[in-house]
């Protein structure tokens, strides 16, 4: 229909048309009324884009966070297993970390000790309040006896009651029923110590006239004949002097704390007195 | 075979008592489990099986504690004959009246070891300690009577007609 010298002129016509075009909007923007319409179009498309956009993200939201909710939540399941049985392993490793410490406690009285000890578990304790009680898991098997001095690190625990071949009843110090021979370290002043059960002692039978002082040590006399001589007991809590009397009121307070006891050492074979001054 | 099922309940409730509770619940460790189980036992069941097993758990707790042999034994025995005795004149079958029941058996096994214990060391001493054991005691028996009450009921049904074949035991 057309020629092409024609085609040739209009294709040149449109080139030139559109290279004008182009140009005066490369000025207009440039120019302030190109500044004006941008802005322009920016106020009126915007919202719409800012509507679109959010929608677009609402919905990647959904997506990424409800549909996929379904292998999170598989996952989920797993690291929370994960977690219990981290947790329990660590637990594991803080309990043998704490039984460390305290069995490493035991192994340095069993070494620095003269006396020939034996090492039990907690198993039991009394099933009355009134009366203060463990049982032990070694027994006449191990060489333990009725009369036997129970001790930890940091004292007197109390002594043996009864023996069977595997197990063993420890009366502790604190029991209304226990009396242990007691001096007190910076004095030498001697007493009774007997336990009234919420966990304390009274050192019973102190003169008067001895010197006793709050916060002094208390450590066995090896008179009862159950109990080597110098194993601490307790520390003084509570003195009272009356003006009239012969004994003083005081207090003892265990350096063992009877609620947490776990593992104890069982002295066999006490040494005589003699032996112990040698 | 009652018999059976009951000492081995007491002796699950004596290990309890004696090591799962002092060691994570020490406060419940000083309540003594076996005064609900005897105080059901004596309200609720037959003589036959009964009599042996409270014996039985008396010198089980006599010989793990570190009383006087004997205590508990006489505690659950005067338990079982005042209660027992008390089911001619009163019907039992009532959570509230099993409550009171057990708050006073507690009152009477603590009025019976102060006594012993007031004996063995002489003087009568009632500190703050004892006080404390009382009132925890009895505040325990208050909050898990009900509960333990329709806790024996339910197993102790189950094993009846487990044993008897639908047939339950009864008083």
């Known amino acids: 229909m057309f020629s092409k010298k024609t085609m040739v002129a209009v294709g040149a016509v449109v080139l030139i048309g559109l290279y004008i075009i182009v140009f005066s909007f490369a000025y207009l923007r440039?120019?302030?009324?190109?500044?004006?319409?941008?802005?322009?179009?920016?106020?009126?498309?915007?919202?719409?884009?800012?509507?679109?956009?959010?929608?677009?993200?609402?919905?990647?939201?959904?997506?990424?966070?409800?549909?996929?909710?379904?292998?999170?939540?598989?996952?989920?399941?797993?690291?929370?297993?994960?977690?219990?049985?981290?947790?329990?392993?660590?637990?594991?490793?803080?309990?043998?970390?704490?039984?460390?410490?305290?069995?490493?406690?035991?192994?340095?009285?069993?070494?620095?000790?003269?006396?020939?000890?034996?090492?039990?578990?907690?198993?039991?304790?009394?099933?009355?309040?009134?009366?203060?009680?463990?049982?032990?898991?070694?027994?006449?098997?191990?060489?333990?006896?009725?009369?036997?001095?129970?001790?930890?690190?940091?004292?007197?625990?109390?002594?043996?009651?009864?023996?069977?071949?595997?197990?063993?009843?420890?009366?502790?110090?604190?029991?209304?029923?226990?009396?242990?021979?007691?001096?007190?370290?910076?004095?030498?002043a001697r007493g009774l110590t007997q336990g009234v059960t919420r966990g304390l002692c009274r050192f019973e039978f102190a003169l008067r006239k001895r010197d006793i002082k709050i916060g002094d040590n208390v450590v066995s006399s090896g008179f009862d004949g159950i109990y080597p001589k110098g194993i601490r007991m307790g520390y003084i809590s509570k003195v009272i002097r009356r003006n009239s009397g012969l004994f003083q009121d005081v207090e003892l307070t265990p350096y063992v704390d009877f609620t947490t006891l776990e593992e104890v050492m069982i002295i066999l074979r006490p040494p005589s007195q003699d032996n112990m001054e040698d | 075979m009652h018999f059976l099922v009951y000492f081995i309940f007491s002796v699950f409730l004596i290990c309890i008592q004696t090591t799962l509770f002092p060691a994570f619940f020490r406060l419940f460790a000083q309540y003594d489990l076996l005064i609900p189980f005897v105080v059901y036992l004596t309200l609720f069941r037959s003589s036959?099986?009964?009599?042996?097993?409270?014996?039985?758990?008396?010198?089980?707790?006599?010989?793990?504690?570190?009383?006087?042999?004997?205590?508990?034994?006489?505690?659950?025995?005067?338990?079982?004959?005042?209660?027992?005795?008390?089911?001619?004149?009163?019907?039992?079958?009532?959570?509230?009246?099993?409550?009171?029941?057990?708050?006073?058996?507690?009152?009477?096994?603590?009025?019976?070891?102060?006594?012993?214990?007031?004996?063995?060391?002489?003087?009568?001493?009632?500190?703050?300690?004892?006080?404390?054991?009382?009132?925890?005691?009895?505040?325990?028996?208050?909050?898990?009577?009900?509960?333990v009450y329709f806790m024996f009921d339910y197993i102790f049904n189950r094993i009846d007609k487990l044993i008897t074949g639908g047939l339950r035991e009864r008083v």
């Open chain 2, 48 to 147: 036959i099986g009964v009599l042996p097993v409270i014996l039985l758990s008396g010198c089980l707790m006599d010989l793990l504690s570190g009383g006087i042999i004997g205590i508990h034994i006489a505690t659950y025995i005067l338990i079982l004959i005042c209660f027992r005795t008390a089911t001619v004149y009163f019907h039992f079958k009532n959570s509230i009246l099993f409550q009171m029941v057990i708050i006073l058996s507690v009152l009477m096994e603590n009025i019976i070891f102060g006594m012993v214990i007031s004996l063995q060391t002489i003087t009568v001493n009632f500190s703050f300690y004892s006080g404390s054991v009382l009132v925890t005691q009895l505040i325990w028996a208050v909050i898990s009577s009900p509960m």
């Open chain 1, 30 to 188: 440039h120019s302030s009324v190109g500044d004006v319409a941008t802005r322009t179009a920016l106020f009126l498309v915007s919202p719409f884009q800012a509507a679109f956009s959010s929608s677009m993200h609402l919905i990647d939201d959904i997506w990424t966070h409800y549909f996929f909710l379904i292998s999170v939540s598989k996952e989920n399941d797993e690291l929370k297993k994960k977690l219990a049985q981290a947790i329990r392993k660590n637990n594991g490793c803080r309990e043998i970390e704490l039984s460390n410490n305290r069995l490493v406690e035991f192994v340095k009285l069993k070494q620095q000790s003269p006396f020939h000890l034996e090492a039990a578990q907690v198993i039991a304790r009394d099933p009355s309040p009134w009366y203060k009680t463990i049982i032990i898991n070694k027994g006449t098997d191990d060489g333990i006896t009725a009369g036997c001095p129970v001790i930890v690190p940091k004292g007197i625990v109390g002594y043996v009651l009864t023996a069977s071949s595997r197990d063993a009843k420890v009366l502790l110090i604190i029991d209304r029923n226990s009396s242990v021979d007691a001096l007190v370290q910076r004095t030498r």
